[in-house]
């Protein structure tokens, strides 16, 4: 083994020849002739001149050697399914999924959404765009049609793929009326949607517009669909995510440099083997999901498990008899869920032979110490192992490289810099670095962005600049918008956001989106939405809204019937997962006298902390009403 410090510092100073090395790991085409272009930061582009395809190299290249080992294992407990794809029937649905969208007229470039639940069929059309070159852009199943209706008119997708259904807790949750209204909405209409009717909720067909997958794949059982070989920089997906402003950002991955930096990852910091099952509790709407529910482990020619369903259902002991069962290597969760399963009976842990499992990582949100503790304490002391990422980097930024070199981790901190990261506090009013211990300062990337980074914002290069390198003062960086400290030690501690960012059960949630959601209720004039500390989601959103007409608003039950009637308009929209926990009625909010919302004021006051200098405040009342409400 090589010291992590000297594998960090080569991956910094000798950056092409280390990236160089990492890009053996995968099949090419063409081999690059440029490692690394950046000669027009903040734009890098990886491995220049090369081709290579993204589906080819988490399937294909595997049939040689592993053709009838897993490489897919579905399950549903919602549905009660259970099957496992080996790589061969992996390469054979995958074709089939990609003679059908070829077959539409889908080629290399063009966009392809996806609106799926948590089902096998999701993973075929995800491996099925890349194989032909299509750009994939999926759209997490509980967001709802106006949420869809944005992420459709920003990628322009000629091909939508969708299911009737998807279930949570045994409850059907019927996507295709969501779906047919975000393409109303939408300005872009797609050529076709192809539907997997898995005979949950009956829909209607729209003529002309709507396939039949069952019915399509029967033509297609046999056809053969070799991989397009795509230059390196070609896009492989976009996935929107969220920041200050209300508009999602599509945020655009590369092919080569993310196939190279997830087959590095997964020996380097999973410790993953060919031959060994990766279970990824997340869901393929997320980036976790892109990379490590799919890409990831079959780029590493590992079993992956795909699951359906609540950790709780039918007990808390689902996942461990999966871990069991399949003799899971690597496990990948968030907080909140290990949040959830600590209400359950420890018993359920200890029923299963966990002996196969080596480690387990965290990521998505902030890792509390008692949580960290109780499910170490139940996994018997193996490791549990915080990851820090984002949408936009696609692979951690912060953790624990057991495979480079084993290290401790210590409890409240992801760890340090990941190779190829050259991260930098600064401090947020002079661009300064910041070197010192324990210095709390904003978390910063210094460009190139590691391979597997975002490439741009989806057609619009300038957002891309002026939102992730234009607000450090005085310096072209990277700004993950966290604080964090680092300790004498090199551990990173994160502290937070620096933006209207919320992290709720690890979903990232912008409070302005929020806002213009409810905002749309006709008697709603003003609203306020902040993230609030939540024993079990981390945070939830809490919002403050002033009414148009208050004449109705005189007894509580009138309150709670225009909050629901809000709370509804929030589910419709964007889906059940951005609902405030609670909407409050005000008369004012706290503004600065140049009108700016105090939004930290009224989140340290829900928070029942010190709300701080207030000298700006307009209208102090406005403060005391939100303090009331919350007494
Ligand atoms: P997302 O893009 O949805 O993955 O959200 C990224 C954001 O989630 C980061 O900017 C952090 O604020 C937060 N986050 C992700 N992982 C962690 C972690 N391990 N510890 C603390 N915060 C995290």
Known sequence: MVAFADFHRRSIEDRDAFWSEQAQLIDWQTKPQQICDYSNPPFAKWFVGGTTNLCHNAVDRHLADRADQAALIFVSTETDQEHTYTYRDLHAEVQRMAAILKAQGVTKGDRVLIYMPMIAEAAFAMLACVRIGAIHSVVFGGFASHSLATRIEDATP???????????????????????????????????????????????????????????RAQHMDTVVPCEWVESTHPSYTLYTSGTTGKPKGV??????????????????????????????SDIGWVVGHSYIIYGPLIGGMATIMYEGLPIRPDGGIWWSLVEKYKVNVMFSAPTAIRVLKKQDPALLSKYDLSSLQALFLAGEPLDEPTAKWISEGLNGKPIIDNYWQTETGWPILT???GVEKAESKFGSPGKAVYGYNVKLVDDQTGEEL?????????????????????????????FVSTYWSTVPNKLVYNTFDWAVRDEDGYFFILGRTDDVINVAGHRLGTREIEESISSHPNIAEVAVVGVADQLKGQVAMAFAI???????T???ARSKLEAEIMKVVDTQLGALARPARV????????????KLLRRAIQAVCEKRDPGDLTTIDDPTALTQIQDQIA
């Open 555 to 557: 007894d509580d039950a």
């Open 158 to 216: 000629k091909v939508i793929i969708s299911a009737d259904a998807g279930s949570r807790g045994g409850k059907v949750i019927p996507y295709k009326h969501l779906l047919d209204e975000a393409i109303r909405l939408s300005s872009h209409k797609p050529g076709k949607v192809l539907m997997v009717d898995r005979k949950l909720a009956p829909f209607t067909p729209v003529a002309d517009r709507d396939l039949d997958y069952a019915t399509e």
């Open 400 to 402: 624990i490289c057991n």
């Open 584 to 595: 409050m009625f005000v008369t004012a909010l706290p503004k600065t006298r140049s009108g």
């Open 435 to 463: 070197t010192g211990a324990n210095q709390k300062g904003v978390l910063t990337i210094e460009g190139p962005l590691p391979p597997g980074n975002l490439q741009t914002i989806w057609g619009d290069d300038k957002r």
């Open 252 to 281: 655009q991955r590369d092919t080569a440099g993310y196939t190279v930096a997830l087959a590095s990852s997964i020996p380097h910091i999973y410790q993953g083997k060919p031959g060994g099952t990766f279970f990824c509790t």
């Open 547 to 553: 009414a148009k007409d208050t004449s109705g608003l």
